[in-house]
């Protein structure tokens, strides 16, 4: 039996790339009361990754159209209709340059299906478009253009500068919503599977997929956590604790994960 939401009415992922809605929201998605009433929102074309040519930064011109179809089968297997995803097709790893239009895309999508909740990721994830997600659905929040909760949610939750290892540990509990696998664990898994490009060798140069096993048995394993949006509490104030190293960490994080893998074929 699957387990029931704390979330009613209608909800929409942004997600930065195809994975990252099954990755951080795969529970949250799959126990939705309403499929109907649960949306995606691809930001990125997801063009990027894996990186052909081994980090030249040269894109396959088939591998935008192979991550939407990925995206629509992992979308299915959680119950999610293929006319709720949304596909914005920016450049994938630029969403930085593209924050205006990013903007300006996902206010006329909130104006449509005005949303009772939004999903973000942390705003101290490691990867450049996805803290770009969430300045520009925070910023709209604060400036009245979208009123919807909001929380964020978790892509990469592991690291390796924080003693506790989980950036999770360092939150409030009173501050977060737990979502446990129970059952859903087994749909999340099967979801992920679909983005085959992500969990396999897509290329030759790769030396290991770009989602490996160990990691997807911990994202199925374990529970999602979904951290509540505050306004008065931006940036470091909702730590509990680590306010000053997490912020430092943060910002080394992304090259430590970046010569990772260089070093292993993924990018």
């Known amino acids: 039996m699957t387990a029931a939401s704390p979330f009613d009415g209608t909800i929409v992922v942004v997600a930065p790339h195809m994975d990252d809605e099954t990755l951080g929201c795969g529970l949250l998605l799959s126990q939705h009361p309403s499929k109907q009433s649960a949306h995606v929102v691809f ?18 011109r088939d591998l935008a159209g192979v991550r939407k179809a990925e995206a629509l089968e992992a979308l299915a297997v959680l119950g ?37 909740w939004v999903f973000v990721p942390f705003r101290y994830d490691r990867h450049p478009d996805h803290l770009t997600v969430n300045r520009v ?8 253009a979208l009123d919807s909760g909001i929380f964020e949610y978790f892509v990469y939750s592991q690291w390796r500068l924080l003693p506790a290892g989980d950036v999770r ?4 509990a009173d501050d977060c919503i737990r979502l446990h696998a129970d059952d859903g664990g087994a749909r999340k898994r099967d979801a992920l599977a679909r983005h085959r490009s992500q969990t396999t060798r897509l290329f030759d140069w790769q030396t ?9 048995d911990r994202v199925c394993a374990e529970p999602e956590v979904l951290l509540r949006y505050d306004a008065a509490r931006t940036g470091h104030r909702v730590l509990r604790r680590g306010r000053t190293w997490i912020p430092i960490a943060h910002l080394v994080e992304p090259a430590l994960k970046h010569w990772k893998d260089r070093l292993a074929g993924v990018a």
């Open 80 to 116: 999610i209709p293929a006319a709720n995803a949304h596909f914005l097709g920016l450049p994938d790893g630029e969403l930085a340059r593209y924050s205006t239009q990013l903007g300006a895309a996902l206010i006329d999508r909130f104006s449509a299906l005005r949303p009772k």
């Open 169 to 172: 540990a360092y939150l409030a």
């Open 137 to 144: 659905v925070c910023s709209a929040s604060r400036s009245g």
């Open 208 to 216: 290991r997929p770009v989602l490996t096993p160990q990691l997807i």
């Open 43 to 60: 930001a990125t074309d997801g063009a990027s990754s894996p990186v052909p040519g081994h980090g030249r930064g040269e894109r396959s």
